[in-house]
């Protein structure tokens, strides 16, 4: 990266952020595999891709070449974020998430929005 915000971190995968976003994706096909089947194409799909492109921006955005790119990805990992934690909110109010479930989805968010704010702050003061 033209202004070594990879100093320090081998891959992507290095990163609290990706590892968090991982774990937080995980969570979410576990949780949506108990949903209702006519919402395989509906609510599963669009939580499942959603939790994914978190992840997938993090690695997407680490792998370009300037910083602006990479806190380009980090702000759409973090768009999908807020996605997810809306959807989570629906299925919850549609009783197809347990309390717990969902308490746990939301404490994994807020962890990982946490991360990825302190990351973009870091990018964008140029001390990643």
Do not use: C, H
Not at 7 to 21: E, F, H, I, N, P
Not at 40 to 65: D, K, P, T, W
Not at 72 to 95: D, H, N, P, V, W
């Amino acid at each position: 990266m033209d202004t070594g915000a990879k100093s320090g971190v081998g891959t992507y995968r290095d990163l609290v952020a990706w590892q968090k976003a991982m774990e937080l994706a995980e969570r979410v096909y576990r949780v949506t595999a108990s949903f209702p089947e006519a919402e395989r194409f509906g609510m599963v799909s669009q939580m499942r891709r959603s939790a994914v492109s978190v992840a997938s921006n993090i690695a997407e955005g680490f792998g370009r070449v300037r910083r602006a790119e990479f806190v380009r990805f980090l702000e759409i990992s973090k768009g999908s974020l807020f996605e997810l934690q809306t959807q989570a909110e629906l299925a919850r109010r549609l009783g197809w998430i347990a309390g717990g479930e969902l308490a746990g989805l939301r404490e994994l968010s807020r962890e990982l929005d946490a991360v990825l704010r302190g990351l973009l702050g870091s990018l964008r003061r140029g001390r990643t």
